[in-house]
T-cell receptor
Framework: EPEVTQTPSHQVTQMGQEVILRCVPI?????FYWYRQILGQKVEFLVS????????KSEIFDDQFSVERPDGSNFTLKIRSTKLEDSAMYFC?????????????FGPGTRLTVT | AQKVTQAQTEISVVEKEDVTLDCVYE???????LFWYKQPPSGELVFLIR??????QNEISGRYSWNFQKSTSSFNFTITASQVVDSAVYFC?????????????FGAGTRLFVKA
């Protein structure tokens, strides 16, 4: 069964460094998403992406964040200058289309630790 | 505005007990989708069920069952004869077709401990 994959599974970085989290969505899916889960808290929506542009973003997704689909398979989340509070699990998801009747498939997550 | 409330932060049961996890949602949309996810200690999100707002039929899948009641805006999840492997955090979630955009709104989660 096709699945969303994410690399790395765990990333440790120093405050102020740039990080890129990578995701490979399911191949025939057109909508891509990033969610964040701070340890012990709920999963929060960051951004959705369709047709090479952001379709929706939350207030968390400020200028420090950017997303890109650099080629036909990868979908990346970049954090320009990491802060301690960026430490969280980041989940990528994809769906065939954007409406709610299409399942969002979640990847296994990347645990980001900022020291 | 969309909102999902899981009032139970933690529940602890003994193996073989039945347990119900509560979920109450808010949306102005008439077309919406409700979900339950399981998050085991390893951290991934495991999809359990999706329900659309037009289908109020309750569903049973093995030891799992779901009770969807539009009148009370609730979508509760029951595990029958719980097992230690059911220990996890369970999230209820909502997507609204028109007003919710593309995002899934998650509740705060309920941490379930099943003791042997």
């Amino acid at each position: 069964e096709p699945e969303v994959t994410q690399t790395p599974s765990h990333q440790v970085t120093q405050m102020g460094q740039e990080v890129i989290l990578r995701c490979v969505p399911i191949s025939n899916h057109l909508y891509f998403y990033w969610y964040r889960q701070i340890l012990g808290q709920k999963v929060e929506f960051l951004v959705s992406f369709y047709n090479n542009e952001i379709s929706e973003k939350s207030e968390i997704f400020d200028d420090q964040f950017s997303v890109e689909r650099p080629d036909g398979s990868n979908f990346t989340l970049k954090i320009r200058s990491t802060k301690l509070e960026d430490s969280a699990m980041y989940f990528c998801a994809s769906s065939e289309l954007g409406t709610g009747d299409y399942e969002q498939y979640f990847g296994p997550g990347t645990r980001l630790t900022v020291t | 505005a969309q909102k999902v409330t899981q009032a139970q932060t933690e529940i602890s049961v003994v193996e073989k007990e039945d347990v119900t996890l509560d979920c109450v949602y808010e949306t102005r949309d008439t077309t919406y989708y409700l979900f339950w996810y399981k998050q085991p200690p390893s951290g991934e999100l495991v999809f359990l069920i999706r329900r659309n707002s037009f289908d109020e039929q309750n569903e049973i899948s093995g030891r799992y069952s779901w009770n969807f009641q539009k009148s009370t805006s609730s979508f509760n999840f029951t595990i029958t004869a719980s097992q230690v492997v059911d220990s996890a955090v369970y999230f209820c979630a909502l997507r609204a077709r028109n007003t919710g955009g593309f995002k899934t709104i998650f509740g705060a989660g309920t941490r379930l401990f099943v003791k042997a």
